[in-house]
Structure formats: C-alpha cells, structure tokens
T-cell receptor, first 111, second 112 residues
Framework: SQQGEEDPQALSIQEGENATMNCSYK?????LQWYRQNSGRGLVHLIL?????REKHSGRLRVTLDTSKKSSSLLITASRAADTASYFC???????????FGKGTRLHILP | KAGVTQTPRYLIKTRGQQVTLSCSPI?????VSWYQQTPGQGLQFLFE???????NKGNFPGRFSGRQFSNSRSEMNVSTLELGDSALYLC???????????FGSGTRLTVV
C-alpha cells in the first residue's frame, strides 16, 4: 500500500520556470525522501529531510516538511530540460527501516 | 565508488518458469531492499535484507523469495512466473534509514 501520495500526477512547465510537487502521507515518520527517476531507469536519491526539520536545500532543490499537515513539497527552481523525469516521495516510518513510495509526479520541461 | 549493480538488465521468460535476479550493493552497505515497479501499482516493496537476515517483507505471494550472502550481495527468485510478474525490479542498498537509498538500474522482466 502507498504511504505517500504525490500531487499533481503530471506537470508540464516551460524551461526556466519553477516546478513544485507535493506529497501527503498518512502516518508519523522518521524522515521523508525525494527521488528522481528518468524513464525506466533506477531511482536517484535527491534529498532527505528528517521529521524535526522544516526546510532543506540542495542546489536548485528546496524541500519543506510540515509534520502537522503530514505533507512535504519539492521545489525545483529554474527548471532545465534535464529535469524531465518522475519524482517520488518516500516515507520512512522508522519502525522497520523500510521506505514506502508514492506513485510519483511526472514532470515534463518544455523547451 | 561503484554503484549498485543489478544483473541481468533485461530478461524474457515464459509463464511457469522461474527466474533469479542478482544485486550487488555498494561496498559497505549491509541493507538491501527489493522493489517491483509496474505502471499500475507503482513501486511496491518486496523485501529487505540486513546482514543475511530478512528484516521486512512486503505483501507478495510466496513465489517471491530472496536471500543475502555474507558479502551483502542479494538475489531474488520468482517461481512459477505469471504474466503479471512483468515489471521493472529494482534493488536498493543503504547504510541505514537516515542515509537514503542508492538504487541500481533495475532488471526489466518480461513474462510471455
């Protein structure tokens, strides 16, 4: 069963614009992670935010976490064609050290 | 350093056959997890191994099994293949939950 649910399911934006994806989850977590997957390939770990953190940055990525609303957002600034991919949030509830993925947001950057 | 290596990359099998997929984790990573990815169900957790012990198991039938060796390499086996087993099988390794997972490129299994 999915713990995280990304929104929107698909997003198309012009190159240079910012892209925002959201993730909602159901139970308390130890941390939340974001991954990127290029078509049919393995997932690439982007960023991990712990439950006691509210915001984290990595290059053009900004992740926020609101544990009271059980939600997270991933912002990609100044998007590039290479950002075209599917983005997944994954939650780690910590009890058994496994992470559960949402169904992902398909991001398409238009030239 | 070398990433997570999965072999083979592609596989075509016939219904009823069995298949074994292999995963070599990043050196030093003792946790290895397996996921099945399909367009309809997304990423589904299969199982996780740590130091040769299965720590967690997802909601898959007993036809799906795995093991981990003393060098942390892992294999998963699917017996009596069904058409619905066609999927991308991903392996991920980690130091532990706070460090994120490193994924292999996956094995694409097609059952005909």
């Amino acid at each position: 069963s999915q713990q995280g649910e990304e929104d929107p399911q698909a997003l198309s934006i012009q190159e240079g614009e910012n892209a925002t994806m959201n993730c909602s989850y159901k139970t308390s977590i130890n941390n939340l992670q974001w991954y990127r997957q290029n078509s049919g390939r393995g997932l690439v770990h982007l960023i991990l935010i712990r439950s006691n953190e509210r915001e984290k940055h990595s290059g053009r990525l900004r992740v926020t976490l609101d544990t009271s609303k059980k939600s997270s957002s991933l912002l990609i600034t100044a998007s590039r064609a290479a950002d075209t991919a599917s983005y997944f949030c994954a939650t780690d509830a910590g009890r058994d050290d496994k992470i559960i993925f949402g169904k992902g947001t398909r991001l398409h950057i238009l030239p | 350093k070398a990433g997570v290596t999965q072999t083979p990359r592609y596989l075509i099998k016939t219904r009823g056959q069995q298949v074994t997929l292999s995963c070599s984790p990043i050196s030093g990573h003792r946790s290895v997890s397996w996921y099945q990815q399909t367009p309809g169900q997304g990423l589904q957790f299969l199982f996780e191994y740590f130091s040769e012990t299965q720590r967690n198991k997802g909601n898959f039938p007993g036809r799906f099994s795995g093991r981990q060796f003393s060098n942390s390499r892992s294999e998963m086996n699917v017996s009596t293949l069904e058409l619905g087993d066609s999927a991308l099988y991903l392996c991920a390794s980690s130091f532990g939950g706070y460090y994120g997972y490193t994924f292999g490129s996956g094995t694409r299994l097609t059952v005909v």
